[in-house]
């Protein structure tokens, strides 16, 4: 709060005790009362006045500068009412009261949801876990009745559990829970446990499948890790290009990281596209060239990624084909201990 | 024959996995009472014990613990809650092995094998395929026919052995890759001829000749 800001606020004050001056001063000098008993009376009257808004004007501005400085430096300003002082003048104490009133429901409210949210997790969780019960099942009946029918079924039965992993893992990426171990574990187990799981896939639409040099130990979380290789292939696959379609999955050592590349020659991306990839719900092109778009996969893989500490980039042109790189950081530690 | 025990509550899977492992010559039993389910662990006798986790009266984490204090029967755990977490604490418990739900029974068979294999040797298991005079020894992965014998590729033991197992019936080229791109061995179909034909020329060098015919359009055989 600067003084002009002060002094508009005033203005009614101070134009009416004017008016009334000039109207006195009018008077007065119709009286003929001379000028000295004049300028007496203008400062019997002004003087308390002015006085009063100066001292007026101090308190205010101690007031709101320091609610301003404190909020300057707040990163989450709404903890202000938390940290705001006690205030000596009536209107900073009400404002005070007032500002604690409201916050104290803000948290209430905020806490309201966010139990919401938990429960909707937890839900979330139970359900996926009672799912996979009669998928289970089902898979057995199939194992047990193998015939070109059962066959087909158990194709669609493996795309239900990719999907309802995809809503577990959806759920697992919204919340500060650490549900995840970071182990030293085989690229190599990772990347061929996906391979297998869409085997289907990569058989009947004939992709040929190149996989070099894998064999890196990395650190991180094996069932995340498998479930963004999955999303990735998944994409690969889905993408892919009619005539000869074709996966090169490999990596690299560097000196503090370890490079997993996966590579196809699909349908590739839209350049005015590519940057917002991972964003959530985004399809796309593609996603309107080709149907079963969620625009979740690779939204998921980033945070995921983002969680693990891994990094995610991707690449990509139209029937170019599609580069995506995963990036698992190599501590110089680690590196040490391990011999 | 070895003897499971198999600890499930759902009945649908309980029967199935039954009628699926008993196919592959275990004797598999399933409680369905599990009020006193220690004790029936206990008078059974079993070589091994398959595990669920959520059980109705105790949970599988609590019977694991149990059934450590009193024996050391390997333990698979099987369950629908798939964290790390989850593998982890199962270990901790003492469980052998752990394996997730929906299973691949591939899997499921092969850790059972595996732990059974660890725990009691491998006395019991029979790893000789025989189609006429040819036998195929899974352990060493040699062909022996009459007097002579021949080594063959990983690829090559699972391309026969899947032919063998099928004899009789025409095996899709389809069918045979999805086995073995299960067992880790990602072929595709050009490859797939190749293979197919070295393992024919290595056969016939040993003076097997034309056990594998090929169906054109549908797939192999070997009648």
């Excluded at chain 1, 404002?95 to 104290?104: D, E, F, P, T, W």
């Excluded at chain 1, 399809?283 to 060239?289: A, L, Q």
């Excluded at chain 2, 024959?1 to 600890?7: G, T």
């Excluded at chain 2, 299960?182 to 000749?209: A, H, M, Q």
């Amino acid at each position: 709060m600067n003084i002009g800001e002060f002094i508009k606020d005033k203005t009614g004050i101070i134009l009416s005790n004017m008016l009334l001056f000039i109207m006195l001063v009018v008077l007065l000098v119709t009286a003929d009362i001379e000028t000295v008993i004049i300028f007496f009376v203008f400062c019997i009257w002004f003087l308390p006045l002015i006085s009063y808004m100066v001292v007026e004007f101090i308190k205010c501005k101690k007031y709101y500068d320091e609610i301003n400085s404190i909020l300057e430096n707040l990163d989450k300003k709404y903890i202000l009412p938390e940290l705001i002082k006690e205030a000596n003048f009536i209107h900073g104490e009400k404002l005070n009261y007032i500002l604690k009133q409201v916050s104290r429901d803000m948290h209430e409210n905020v806490k309201y949801f966010k139990g919401m949210q938990t429960d909707y997790r937890e839900y979330i969780e139970t359900w996926v876990h009672e799912i996979k019960t009669p998928i289970a099942s089902t898979k057995l009946l199939i194992e047990n009745n193998q015939n070109e029918v059962t066959n087909k079924i158990d194709y669609q039965i493996d795309k239900i559990n990719g999907f309802v992993e995809q809503v577990l893992y959806y759920s697992r990426s919204n919340t500060v829970n650490k549900d995840y171990i970071i182990k030293h574990i085989n690229l190599s187990n990772v990347v061929r446990n996906v391979v297998k799981r869409n085997y289907r896939d990569f058989i009947h639409k004939k992709i040929k499948l190149d996989i070099k040099n894998i064999e890196e130990m990395v650190y991180s979380d094996g069932k995340w890790t498998e479930f963004i290789i999955n999303q990735i292939i998944g994409n690969s696959i889905k993408y892919s290009n009619n005539k000869n379609p074709m996966i090169n999955i490999y990596s690299v050592k560097k000196a503090n990281s370890v490079m997993l590349t996966i590579e196809d020659n699909g349908i590739g991306i839209i350049d005015k596209d590519i940057n917002s990839v991972f964003q959530k719900g985004f399809t796309g092109e593609n996603g309107r060239k080709i149907s079963q778009s969620t625009g979740m996969g690779l939204y998921l893989c980033e945070k995921l990624c983002c969680k693990l500490g891994l990094k995610i980039s991707i690449d990509s042109g139209v029937n170019k084909g599609t580069k995506v790189t995963l990036i698992f950081p190599l501590s110089g530690m680690a590196v040490f201990t391990e011999g | 024959m070895e003897k499971i025990i198999l600890i499930e509550d759902d009945k649908v899977i309980r029967e199935e996995l039954q009628n699926f492992l008993k196919r592959y010559g275990y004797i598999v039993n399933a409680p369905i009472d599990f009020n006193n389910i220690i004790g029936y662990i206990e008078n059974e006798n079993a070589d091994l014990i398959l595990l669920d986790i959520n059980l109705p009266v105790f949970d599988g984490y609590y019977i694991c613990r149990e059934i450590r204090k009193i024996s050391d029967i390997p333990i698979i755990i099987v369950t629908s809650r798939d964290s790390e977490v989850d593998e982890l604490m199962s270990m901790n418990l003492g469980a052998d092995d752990f394996i997730t739900k929906p299973y691949n029974t591939d899997i499921l068979l092969a850790r059972i094998m595996n732990i059974l294999k660890r725990t009691y040797g491998s006395l019991k298991t029979n790893n000789i395929l025989s189609y006429k005079d040819i036998n195929l020894d899974l352990s060493n992965a040699t062909v022996k026919y009459k007097d002579k014998s021949l080594e063959l590729t990983k690829n090559e033991v699972k391309i026969l052995s899947y032919l063998i197992n099928n004899k009789g019936s025409i095996v899709k080229r389809d069918s045979l890759m999805e086995y073995l791109w299960k067992s880790d061995y990602f072929v595709d179909d050009s490859t797939l001829t190749v293979n197919v034909n070295r393992l024919r020329k290595k056969l016939g060098e040993i003076g097997i000749e034309d056990i594998i015919e090929t169906r054109r359009g549908l797939g192999y055989i070997m009648p």
